[in-house]
């Protein structure tokens, strides 16, 4: 064994209580936008029964936050990469908690939308520099499991709304308001969990401050760890945003913005309207259907961790989004409340919900340390923007379109990414993550694929 093998560096590192930390408390962002999404759905019937809402501003106030993370994700992490992360990683849910609580004094749909946007932009440089931060402490026999178990933790945020939204929807006339301020209260407890957390040491070193970062990393990591020279990224080479399209990562750029999009636009367009989805296919007990589905969302997220560990990130990706648009397509197809209609909306929430473990995983081994959190900010950015377009659109569309033109456009969607993946989906399993960013091949042992 060579002496570089035996040092213990971030990417070699053994699991120890201080990643699961950093884990779980990335987790906020993610439990908090799935929460955030799911709660305005419940509150919608009543809102717009208080405030006589048509489509537009349901699609509006539906998509709002998404909006909002548009925004966010790509100007906070790009600020990251020049500021560090754990400020931003700090302060986010600052704003979060305080647009949470005044959301119960607005008394008109634009003061709504504008306090949901300021929840957006906060969330979205929280996920993208949480992302960034997470990725760059993790070791990389176990990126994939901790990386991919964010699309859990969203996926139970969005199922614990819509247990919450029952219960409150019993509140009388305030019911939606306590809906929607009730997303302070986990941003709180991230807020306070959060202090304290440590400056990225890649980030540091690729600053020149390498003192800093070995004291993090022998803090933190393990007493005896070392700077992996070897694993550094190139320094004196100025990034900036037209770095993302250079011909060295433009192809890697397009590729985590398209395929992402192609993912959240059918997930955040029918599951942020599933109540009314649900009733439009002809299920009479609506609550019971959505609770089933519910539970294939969580299933399907956490059997998707074991596919990322299992498999290669390109063949699991190619191969549920086939799945998913078969699914769809079969859905939109079969009679409304049949049986077949259910089995086929069933598999389609599983397979959406275990291919959305690789959306933060996969950007986040795309781009260099330098612009690691503006790459991620922007694949993000670009996802929510076509998530934010489509949920105000579906409603609109089902309206003007019927309801199984609006599915086969989004089987459309699922196809595209299909096809974008197949041309330009790179392997990035049992990779370290400068090797990943530079754009190695995974081993053979980690990169079986599911076809």
Not at 393 to 405: R, T
């Amino acid at each position: 064994m060579t002496e570089t093998a035996n040092k213990i560096t971030i990417d070699n590192a053994p699991l120890n209580a201080f990643h699961l930390k950093i884990t779980g408390l990335t987790f906020g962002a993610n439990f908090v936008e799935g929460y955030a999404i799911g709660i305005i759905a419940m509150a919608l019937t009543a809102l717009n029964t208080d405030m006589q809402l048509g489509p537009l501003w349901q699609g509006l106030l539906g998509a709002s936050v998404l909006f909002g993370i548009f925004i966010g994700s790509i100007f906070l992490g790009g600020l990251s990469d020049r500021v560090g992360r754990n400020k931003i990683f700090a302060a986010t849910f600052v704003i979060v908690a305080i647009a949470s609580i005044l959301q119960y004094f607005v008394n008109d749909p634009l003061s709504l939308l504008i306090l949901r946007i300021i929840i957006g932009i906060a969330l979205g440089g929280d996920y993208s520099v949480g992302t960034t931060l997470l990725v760059e402490f993790v070791p990389k026999k176990h990126r994939g499991a901790l990386i991919s178990s964010l699309s859990v933790v969203w996926t139970v945020g969005y199922v614990v709304s819509s247990f919450v939204g029952h219960y409150l929807a019993n509140y009388g006339e305030d019911a939606w308001r306590w809906m929607l301020v009730s997303t302070a209260i986990p941003s709180i407890l991230v807020l306070l969990l959060r202090l304290g957390t440590p400056e990225s040491p890649r980030w540091l070193i690729q600053k020149g401050r390498k003192d800093e970062a070995l004291y993090i990393l022998q803090k933190y990591i393990h007493p005896a760890a070392v700077i992996d020279e070897t694993s550094i990224d190139e320094e004196g080479e100025q990034y900036t945003f037209r770095s993302l399209f250079q011909e060295k990562y433009r192809k890697r750029t397009w590729f985590g913005s398209l395929f992402f999009v192609c993912i959240v636009i059918p997930y955040f367009a029918i599951y942020t309207f599933l109540p009314t989805i649900v009733e439009k296919i002809g299920f009479s007990d609506g609550f019971f259907v959505e609770n089933l589905l519910n539970s294939f969302l969580i299933v399907g997220s956490i059997v998707g961790i074991w596919f990322t560990i299992k498999f290669s990130r390109r063949g699991f990706l190619i191969s549920f989004f086939a799945l998913l648009a078969v699914s769809l397509f079969l859905l939109t197809l079969s009679p409304s409340g049949s049986n077949g209609s259910m089995i086929f909306f069933a598999v389609f929430t599983f397979c959406l919900s275990a291919i959305s473990n690789l959306c933060s995983l996969y950007i986040s081994e795309l781009f260099p340390t330098q612009i690691r959190g503006l790459g991620i900010g922007y694949c993000i950015s670009f996802s929510r923007i076509g998530s934010a377009i489509s949920t105000f659109l579906l409603p609109i569309g089902m309206v003007s379109l019927g309801m199984n033109i609006t599915m086969l456009c989004l089987v459309a969607v699922l196809i595209i990414g299909m096809m974008i993946s197949i041309a330009w989906a790179p392997e990035t399993s049992n990779l370290n993550l400068s090797e990943a960013s530079k754009g190695g091949s995974g081993s053979s042992k980690e990169g079986r694929v599911i076809v």
